[in-house]
């Protein structure tokens, strides 16, 4: 009779054991990636900078300027944590065709009157606040915007930087104004409102 090769019990309890631990390996393996992507993701979207931009472009005497008309732009900080390093841009934006469709850009920088700010507070709600908004900013440019909001071609682009207090991730925030339609006379309103009143 030929001979039967056999496994011994305890060879098999030993694979079993094997393939056991290597699917309960692979299984924290990829429980593990998920968490970490989650988090990453939370973290990414949940703990970055957040600021919202007025659409509009105030002009009309500013304190600072001793009465002379300025065009002024604001924005809040919409985070629950405060920001640092902010920066602030002004700049005209140009766009030049090369194609059917298709455009260059150039940016010519404008002078801002505050260009940096070290820190900015958190987000607050009008109840929270009464007499003053640290987290609202208002800054003016020095430059006459008329000509550049009247051109075809040209756009007033404002490019705002700030890192979030917490993680110190950077975010950067834009916003064009396309045309004179985009600037009202006046000032804005107080704290949260980013309108413009006269």
């Known amino acids: 009779?030929?001979?039967?090769?056999?496994?011994?019990?305890?060879?098999?309890?030993?694979?079993?054991?094997?393939?056991?631990?290597?699917?309960?390996?692979?299984?924290?393996?990829?429980?593990?990636?998920?968490?970490?992507?989650?988090?990453?993701?939370?973290?990414?979207?949940?703990?970055r900078p957040k600021i919202k931009i007025s659409p509009f472009i105030a002009y009309g005497p500013t304190p600072e300027n001793h009465g002379v008309n300025q065009y002024?732009?604001?924005?809040?900080?919409?985070?629950?944590?405060d920001g640092y390093d902010v920066q602030i841009r002004i700049s005209v934006l140009v766009r030049i065709p090369v194609q059917m469709g298709k455009f260059n850009e150039r940016r010519l920088p404008l002078r801002a009157k505050l260009d940096f700010l070290s820190h900015i507070p958190r987000y607050q709600r009008d109840k929270e606040h009464v007499n003053t908004a640290p987290h609202a900013i208002i800054f003016s440019c020095l430059d006459d915007l008329a000509p550049v909001l009247e051109a075809d071609?040209?756009?007033?682009?404002?490019?705002?930087?700030?890192?979030?207090?917490?993680?110190?991730l950077s975010k950067v925030f834009r916003h064009e104004y396309i045309n004179s339609g985009d600037v009202v006379n006046g000032h804005f309103k107080y704290g949260n409102n980013l309108t413009v009143v006269k």
């Not at 593990?32 to 949940?46: D, E, N, W």
């Not at 002024?72 to 944590?81: E, L, P, Q, T, V």
């Not at 071609?153 to 110190?168: A, S």
């Open 153 to 168: 071609d040209k756009v007033v682009e404002i490019q705002i930087i700030l890192k979030h207090g917490l993680t110190g």
């Open 72 to 81: 002024s732009f604001k924005f809040i900080n919409k985070s629950r944590h």
């Open 1 to 47: 009779m030929p001979h039967l090769l056999t496994v011994a019990p305890t060879q098999s309890a030993e694979a079993n054991t094997l393939l056991n631990y290597l699917f309960e390996f692979l299984i924290a393996l990829v429980a593990g990636l998920v968490a970490s992507i989650l988090f990453l993701y939370y973290v990414l979207i949940r703990w």
